[in-house]
T-cell receptor
Framework: AQSVTQPDIHITVSEGASLELRCNYS??????LFWYVQSPGQGLQLLLK??????LVQGIKGFEAEFKRSQSSFNLRKPSVHWSDAAEYFC??????????FGAGTTVTVRA | DTGVSQDPRHKITKRGQNVTFRCDPI?????LYWYRQTLGQGPEFLTY????????KSRLLSDRFSAERPKGSFSTLEIQRTEQGDSAMYLC?????????????FGSGTRLTVV
């Protein structure tokens, strides 16, 4: 069975600073990997996904993520954070039957 | 394309009552999923449909839970004899089938509070 660990429960970052959110996954085959963002009281929005190919994936809102098979990681990055990036971020791994397993999430706070 | 719609957005019910939630997926999406999210956790898979067929149910989905997608379009999730432990956000998502389409579109969810 697949699983995801997001080691950081909460991260505070200054506006304009860089952001990196960690994600480690466990899956026996080639994983489908995703990052979603959730604003308070809202559903989840897909930021980016990795299936195969180039291990550096570009997403929406200026986010990117890098797949590292040797480390079983799929970390999310943004070079310069905006106040609107304050939200909860979820990493997920998908199986061949299209079910997603999510991590517990990382809450990002942006300070002025 | 108006996205995935869920109704109601919020539901407060007394323990023991039955509740029903509705999800309208993106019209051309043949796959529909239900997830449950409790406070401080990521969403957990409940069940999914391809067209009108319910293909899998999680062990989280007790006998009090039932989901339908009668015409392969909208779906309903019913909880009978609600318990306080059912309080959660219930999320619906949809997608097209096929690996290249992997990556759901989620609705805004229905927040259930059982008092």
């Amino acid at each position: 069975a697949q699983s995801v660990t997001q080691p950081d429960i909460h991260i505070t970052v200054s506006e304009g600073a860089s952001l990196e959110l960690r994600c480690n996954y466990s899956y026996g085959a080639t994983p489908y990997l995703f990052w979603y963002v959730q604003s308070p009281g809202q559903g989840l929005q897909l930021l980016l996904k990795y299936f195969s190919g180039d291990t550096l994936v570009q997403g929406i809102k200026g986010f990117e993520a890098e797949f590292k098979r040797s480390q079983s990681s799929f970390n999310l990055r943004k070079p310069s954070v905006h106040w609107s990036d304050a939200a909860e971020y979820f990493c997920a791994v998908g199986s061949n039957d299209y079910k997603l397993s999510f991590g517990a999430g990382t809450t990002v706070t942006v300070r002025a | 394309d108006t996205g995935v719609s869920q109704d109601p957005r919020h539901k407060i019910t007394k323990r023991g009552q039955n509740v029903t939630f509705r999800c309208d997926p993106i019209s051309e999406h043949n796959r529909l999923y239900w997830y449950r999210q409790t406070l401080g956790q990521g969403p957990e898979f409940l069940t999914y449909f391809q067209n009108e067929a319910q293909l899998e149910k999680s062990r989280l989905l007790s006998d009090r839970f039932s989901a339908e997608r009668p015409k392969g379009s909208f779906s309903t999730l019913e909880i009978q004899r609600t318990e306080q432990g059912d309080s959660a956000m219930y999320l619906c998502a949809s997608s097209l089938s096929g690996a290249s389409n992997y990556g759901y579109t989620f609705g805004s969810g229905t927040r259930l509070t059982v008092v």
